[in-house]
């Protein structure tokens, strides 16, 4: 079991290191809403958060 949980740690940092490498400050702000919202059962929460993760990734196609 520790392994399962050492295993998906290292995948959440690397997921917030590539998301902050590549869309910077405003990507981990965006994750962390989303998670924050999931977590706590907000819809508002997660929608914000997930909302602004979308606008980044399509804000060149706008």
């Given at each position: 079991?520790?392994?399962l949980?050492?295993l998906?740690?290292?995948f959440?940092?690397g997921?917030e ?5 590549k869309y910077?400050v ?6 962390l809403?989303?998670?924050i919202?999931i977590?706590?059962?907000?819809p508002?929460?997660?929608?914000v958060?997930?909302v ?8 060149p196609?706008l």
């Amino acid at each position: 079991m520790p392994a399962l949980a050492l295993l998906a740690a290292a995948f959440v940092v690397g997921v917030e290191q590539t998301l902050q490498w590549k869309y910077g400050v405003i990507g981990v702000v965006g994750l962390l809403l989303l998670t924050i919202g999931i977590k706590a059962k907000n819809p508002a929460v997660s929608s914000v958060g997930a909302v602004v993760l979308a606008l980044l990734v399509a804000g060149p196609a706008l």
